[in-house]
């Protein structure tokens, strides 16, 4: 059967302020029904909001949607990220993602759960320093 979520049909949730920093809205794309494993959130950060540190366990897929953003996987450079650029992160690789610092940003976000159904790991917030590369 075909299902069709209608825009609108889910409110918009803002991301929780202890794995967030700054102010982040998360639009729900779909959480798949087994056997899917798929995960995908369009996501907004307000300018120098970003995600916590953490891990996906089967990596996870950024699409840039709209402004400018910023993505970094741990021991790499901060990444920019643009309009129609794709991230991709390894399983289990610590990383996060946000805008740039005087710019809005949205991203589809794409993941999948592992084989015990385990979903992201959270850890330690990203520093100014590291926000900043
Ligand atoms: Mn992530």
Redesign the pocket.
Same mark, same amino acid.
């Given at each position: 059967m075909l299902t069709i979520y209608r825009v609108g049909d889910r409110a918009t949730k803002k991301a929780p302020a202890d794995r967030f920093t700054g102010d982040v809205y998360q639009d729900e794309v779909l959480v798949g029904a087994a056997p899917s494993r798929m995960r995908a959130t369009n996501v907004t950060f307000n300018p120098g909001a970003r995600?916590a540190w #953490?891990r $996906?366990p089967v990596g996870?897929t950024l699409w840039a949607v709209s402004g400018i953003g910023r993505v970094q996987v741990e021991g790499g450079p901060v990444e920019e990220l643009r309009p129609g650029d794709t991230a991709v992160?390894p399983p289990d690789a610590r #990383?996060w $993602?946000g805008a740039a610092p005087d710019s809005i940003f949205t991203h589809l976000?794409m993941s999948e759960t592992g084989d015990d159904g385990g979903g992201t790991e959270w850890f330690e917030k990203v520093s100014d320093a590291d926000y900043s590369g």
């Open positions: 995600t #953490h $996906h996870q992160i #990383h $993602h976000a």
